[in-house]
T-cell receptor
Framework: EAGVAQSPRYKIIEKRQSVAFWCNPI?????LYWYQQILGQGPKLLIQ????????DSQLPKDRFSAERLKGVDSTLKIQPAKLEDSAVYLC??????????????FGNGTRLTVT | QKEVEQNSGPLSVPEGAIASLNCTYS??????FFWYRQYSGKSPELIMF????GDKEDGRFTAQLNKASQYVSLLIRDSQPSDSATYLC????????????FGRGTSLIVHP
């Protein structure tokens, strides 16, 4: 099966600019996650979708970050305006079985964002 | 606040030895636990998961769960230099749907 697709792989922007990331999950996977991973840290959940509804977005900085999942498939994550501390790898993941307790996450290759 | 704690390491072991990686979690509502391996510059990939108390073995890997102590571990037998990576522990906690929380990961170095 095709894996989780993410684009772009790398992005460099200046602070206060905007940026968007795209994710296409594994076909048939109901649950989609966006994680932020700062160098040396574990992934931090930003938002979790089940189909096109939001399960958890408690750690999403909503004043600058937004995410959507249209038609329960593809998803985009946007940052506007970016800050220096947003420099990180943004990982998209998906899981099957409607986020059952034993569903592992399948990760994309991530987008490495550098804010200068 | 759900927390998953891991010692960041690095944990250094000689080739052929057993590597023991540990993880504790704060939320007793956590139902299942996953171990992922992450090579430098790469994305996490699943090693195994466990949701019942006791041991679960898969090849050279054994996961151990003790819900009373809120403790999960991963043992890697016959460690190889190719096992050198960061190992992430994740807890899935039910809040309607299951929400995964990751620890910061433990860096493992297996030296020849």
């Amino acid at each position: 099966e095709a894996g989780v697709a993410q684009s772009p792989r790398y992005k460099i922007i200046e602070k206060r600019q905007s940026v968007a990331f795209w994710c296409n999950p594994i076909s048939g996977h109901a649950t989609l996650y966006w994680y932020q991973q700062i160098l040396g840290q574990g992934p931090k959940l930003l938002i979790q979708f089940q189909n096109n509804g939001v399960v958890d977005d408690s750690q999403l900085p909503k004043d600058r970050f937004s995410a959507e999942r249209l038609k329960g498939v593809d998803s985009t994550l946007k940052i506007q305006p970016a800050k220096l501390e947003d420099s990180a790898v943004y990982l998209c993941a998906s899981s099957s079985l409607d986020s059952s307790y034993n569903s592992p996450l399948h990760f994309g290759n991530g987008t490495r964002l550098t804010v200068t | 606040q759900k927390e998953v704690e891991q010692n960041s390491g690095p944990l250094s072991v000689p080739e052929g030895a057993i590597a023991s990686l540990n993880c504790t979690y704060s939320d007793r509502g956590s139902q299942s636990f996953f171990w992922y391996r992450q090579y430098s510059g790469k994305s996490p990939e699943l090693i195994m998961f466990i949701y019942s108390n006791g041991d679960k073995e898969d090849g050279r890997f054994t996961a151990q769960l003790n819900k009373a102590s809120q403790y999960v571990s991963l043992l890697i037998r016959d460690s190889q230099p190719s096992d050198s990576a960061t190992y992430l522990c994740a807890a899935h906690t039910s809040g309607g749907s299951y929400i995964p929380t990751f620890g910061r990961g433990t860096s493992l170095i297996v030296h020849p």
